[in-house]
């Protein structure tokens, strides 16, 4: 079982924001970067969101993501039909029972 | 661009040793200071991380993996490699080669290839 936990499913309609958050601790959000993938049905992940609020290139700043102790958040706004996909957040564990690199549950978005 | 591919048999024999490939293109594997990763996903799951190797040769692996992973790395081929023994049912997943940018304790993952189902059966 994965150590990050994020809500299985968001929804909403065209145009509008969800949020997605993601849930650990010290031994992982707390003290490491987080990063986040998108995956379309069928496809590979793509990143989102490195070092906890950075867009690679190519990336809209629709998307968005930002970190508080020890949750992470992914913002995605103007919601799109194409946004429809299973999202993961992922960061670095030092526990020793997980890690080093865990990813959280996955949340499935669904535009309405 | 940099592109990844993973290939190998897609079906493995339970109790013996999968082996993958990743050959990266459009740039050395050498170049820059990257970690190369390999991840897989269950079918209608979510994602495990298995580990990396720096092309140095130093690898990270998850403990719960770790005493059946081994990965490597071939430069002169601009690949490198995954092999999982003793395999099970429960290793039946879509496997994932990715490159890492991060560092010793920060990683994100990009890009990704397009994976590969490997299946574990009789």
């Known amino acids: 079982q994965s150590v990050l936990t994020q809500p299985p499913s968001v929804s909403a309609a065209p145009g509008q924001k969800v949020t997605i958050s993601c849930s650990g601790s010290?031994?992982?959000?707390?003290?490491?970067?987080v990063s986040w993938y998108q995956q379309l049905p069928g496809t590979a992940p793509k990143l989102l969101i490195y070092?906890?609020?950075k867009r690679p290139s190519g990336i809209p700043d629709r998307f968005s993501g930002s970190k508080s102790g020890t949750s992470a958040t992914l913002g995605i706004t103007g919601l799109q039909t194409g946004d429809e996909a299973d999202y993961y957040c992922?960061?670095?564990?030092?526990?020793?029972?997980?890690?080093?690199?865990?990813f959280g549950t996955g949340t499935k978005v669904t535009v309405l | 661009q940099v592109q990844l591919q993973e290939s190998g048999p897609g079906l493995v024999k339970p109790s013996q040793t999968l082996s993958l490939t990743c050959t990266v293109s459009?740039?050395?594997?050498?170049?820059?200071?990257?970690?190369w990763s390999w991840i897989r996903q269950p079918a209608g799951k979510g994602l495990e991380w298995i580990g990396r190797i720096y092309t140095s040769g130093s690898t990270n692996y998850n403990p719960s993996l770790k005493s059946r992973v081994t990965i490597s790395v071939d430069t002169s081929k601009n690949q490198f490699s995954l092999k999982l023994s003793s395999v099970t049912a429960a290793d039946t997943a879509v496997y994932y080669c990715?490159?890492?940018?991060?560092?010793?304790?920060?990683?994100?993952?990009?890009?990704w290839g397009q994976g590969t189902l490997v299946t574990v059966s009789s």
């Open positions: 990715a490159r890492d940018p991060g560092t010793t304790v920060r990683s994100w993952f990009d890009p």
């Open positions: 459009g740039g050395s594997i050498s170049s820059g200071s990257y970690y």
């Open positions: 070092d906890n609020n």
């Open positions: 992922g960061t670095w564990d030092s526990s020793l029972s997980a890690g080093p690199y865990v």
């Open positions: 010290s031994s992982n959000i707390g003290n490491n970067y």
